[in-house]
């Protein structure tokens, strides 16, 4: 592609992106998020509870895009009318990695102190989550009271919440928001079994694991993610540590070399002994882990089997079994992590394979979940019927992730940031550095 060519696409990917917004602007300003096909906005914690998810997680797409009106009425909106003083439960994991690490790029992009305020109200509104016996956070703690409920976790709940912690301490000086994510991570690594894998739910009062079931997916993915992420952005040894040697574990146990191509399945974390070959959507953030971990080779192998995996039915379902190739999970919640890992790719190899892939995934989203008012997540891949969802990772991560594939490579300095696992970028330096 020439740069004209590429600018063309990103162009596109943006326009569409401003059709989306003007669906939500249109039928559900000030909620969470809008349902495209009946377009009736909706709020995750029930009417009058909006935390207005989709401006903030849109917000730092909205600025890098240039959408400057739309990311100002955007700004405006959250600066003004965000109330985190409500009495509802919320899922720290989602608030965490959607709100908080919007509202941290968002303010290190534009100097909008209210949205460090912001961040940092919600760092101590939700900081008694990490109040449990082991250390590790309740799955739900109440805004206004700080009470927690949800003693069974995951990896990916409890070990992704450090790199927003990390920055929020950075940026107020509170060292507290580290040590409590920190802690929780490594009490999370301590329980790994002894050939070193983790499984899919803990209790975090007792500590004992509830499923053995190890894997790269959904519920243990961005535990690994920020086991190298946290790493880099923090120059944090110990993290280095832990991801280099839980690295070991999943090539040894989870990876599956079939004759057609690299997949990673799943094994019981005590024995090794492969459970199930089940691959899908979440799954396909790998690549990108292992591109930024210096495994470009595997990544780039692992990307074609995602590849081929959304070829199947001309975009990707939820979940299939790799030995049968059949699709097990046929939604398509309108995920983002074969996008993420394709943008990676091409930045680190500029090879015009991934551009291909990026105008495929273009193409089918435009043709299957674009509708009259935005976009639509789709019930069932294979007969296409939608589904009445677009979630914020759509604005904070689908199209970010498109758009960064073909537009310049100055919008973004790659080098200078690490992409938390909901797609906002955080400054790599800050002149400053937590222990
Ligand atoms: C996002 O909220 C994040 O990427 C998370 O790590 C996994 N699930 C969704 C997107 O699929």
Redo the contacts with the bound molecule.
Sequence with gaps: MTNAQKAEMAARVRDETLHAWKGYKQYAWGHDSLKPLSKQPFDWYGPGHTLLMTPVDALDTLILMGLTPQADEARKLIDSQLNLNQDIYVKDFEIT??LMGSLISSYEMTGDKRLLELANELGWRMLPMFDSPTGMPYEYVNLRTGTVRGTKSNPAEIGSLLLEYGMLARLTGKQEYYDKAKRAVVELYKRRSPIGLVGSEIDVETGAWTNPTAGIM?GI??YYEYLLKASILFDDKECGQMWRSSEIAIDKYLADFEPDGLWYGQADMNTGVRTHTLYGS?DAFYPAVLALGDDLERGRQLQESSFRMWMIAGIEPEQLDYSTMKVVSPGYPL???IIESTYYLYHYTHDPRYLAMGITYYTSLVKYCRTDAAYAALEDVRSKVKADAMES?FFA?VMKYLYLIFAPESTLDFNAVIFT??AHPLKRTLGMKLR
Aim: net charge negative.
């Design positions: 990695i959607r959904g993915d961005s979440l995920r983002p992590e990772f991560e696992t909901e």
